[in-house]
């Protein structure tokens, strides 16, 4: 989206003005801000003088996004903290921290991953300009929730790139997750099949929406628990990358992730040493973009999910 006039809905009302315009035009918060200083973002017509400012239902939000405002992309940043699981002249493979955003953006315009990325591989910041992507995401090709740990592949070179994009949109990128759920899961395995969009509500969530795009989570038990209350520990893989996917599907069925505050409805694990979804990508496959050959990593469940599930088994 470019140049753009919208009149504020309810789920936006009370938003602040960066948060909204980030949404609204898919972009960073660093771009955002630009396009505010040079008073090309307006309210009812006037101005926005400050990015922090909130909008009120019913406002009209306009944005002049010419061309010619580009995003600077992301300052390397030595001082942000990753695991590197695998490294070649193609791709990487990095395990990522709870906590940690991927790539800058709305409330995140420093200290994410890709800071740490372009200071550990330099080379990836011309990579948006040679692939048509956006510059605050160079060799992003899928990404993690913040709260989510894990591995995740990220791309090198334009033909890594493209051949990783393919790979997943053929649904060949093999990503499995453990999640411990609240509730006694029926049956040893699943399938979700639900398409998810945007909340309707809240626009910093999703739901199921007949509207969404379509997606697929299928998952296995691997454990259940009684004490301190019902909960079960399943892999979930996914046929489809939406955002948020297994936390929605698994709360759609009514199995919230243990400590996902956001989409539990009031729910939780008395007791729960945890602070964050209870969420870990611990399995990633596909095909080697020079090569061909079938590559494959696991990650080990980190210490803070090992340790509520040492818990459990007490």
Partial sequence: MSSFSVVVPTSLDGVRVDRAVALLADVSRSAVDALVAAGRVQVDGKPVSSRRAKLAEGQTLEVDRPDEVADPGPEPDPSVAFTVVHVDE???????????????????????????????????????ARVGSEPDRPGIVHRLDRGTSGLMVVARTPDAYHALVDQLSERTVSRTYRALVLGTVEGESGVVDAPIGRSVSSPTRMAISRKGKEARTRYQV????????????????????????????????????????????GRSLPGATVTRPFLHAYALAFDHPVTGARVSWTSAMPDDLAAQLAALEA
Avoid: C, N, W
């Fill in 90 to 128: 193609a791709f990487v493979v990095i395990d990522k921290p709870a906590g940690l955003v991927v790539h800058p953006g709305a409330g995140h315009r420093s200290g994410t991953l890709v800071h740490g990325l372009v200071a550990m591989f330099p080379e990836l910041s011309t990579l948006p």
């Fill in 222 to 265: 691997e454990e259940r628990f009684s004490l301190p209350a019902p909960t079960t520990l399943v892999r979930a893989s996914l046929e489809t990358g939406r955002t948020h996917q297994i936390r929605v599907h698994l709360a759609a069925i009514g199995h919230p992730v243990v400590g996902d505050d956001p989409y539990s409805q």
